[in-house]
């Protein structure tokens, strides 16, 4: 546009003044995309974390990590507050470190992101370590009262749904204390 570019279609000029601006901005733009892109690394992976606070002991929790995870991924790294994992496509890092007080802060880190397998193991291993410390606490048992009231809400709704029979042209309507009315 500064060069002149639109005046054969167009027949637009810009001012001296504008083109020497425009130009300008074009520079600096190029250069600083240039930065950005040295700073670019494309081996750097992208890392998913979870987090955990709990109080167990940081060692307790690795070896429940090292009971969860040794069957399914192979040991990479074994530290006194950290275990790392690698599977054929991914690889998983888990830290614990005493915090103030009695706490341990548990990371669980895998570098494939959003609803992968090695994601959804880290899920569960958190999981693990929460019923570490609170054993009555089941996923199962939550999923399972969350299915029986969905089914009892279905029932409670067919059970006041309108019925209409083909072979007559009365309507039974049923309410839910069991009563039926007719209407013709």
């Known amino acids: 546009m500064a060069a002149g570019a639109l005046y054969p279609v167009t027949g637009w000029l810009l001012s001296p003044i504008l083109g020497e601006r425009a130009m300008a901005w074009s520079s600096l733009s190029v250069v600083l995309n240039s930065l950005t892109l040295r700073a670019f690394n494309p081996e750097e992976r992208r890392v998913m974390r979870y987090f955990h606070r709990t109080s167990a002991s940081p060692e307790a929790v690795l070896d429940v990590a090292k009971s969860f995870f040794g069957g399914r991924l192979a040991p990479a790294e074994e530290s006194p507050r950290r ?62 009262a969350r ?37 013709e």
């Open 83 to 144: 275990r790392a994992y690698q599977g054929t496509l991914a690889a998983s890092r888990i830290s614990a470190r005493p915090e103030g007080g009695h706490y341990t802060f548990v990371e669980a880190a895998t570098d494939q992101v959003g609803e992968s397998e090695l994601d959804k193991l880290a899920k569960r291993f958190l999981a693990e370590v929460h019923r570490l410390v609170e054993p009555a606490h089941s996923h199962a048992r939550r999923v399972l």
């Open 147 to 183: 299915d029986l009231r969905a089914v009892a809400r279905f029932a409670t709704a067919a059970s006041s749904w309108s019925v209409v029979t083909e072979s007559s042209s009365k309507s039974t309507s049923a309410s839910p204390s069991g009563k039926s009315m007719m209407a």
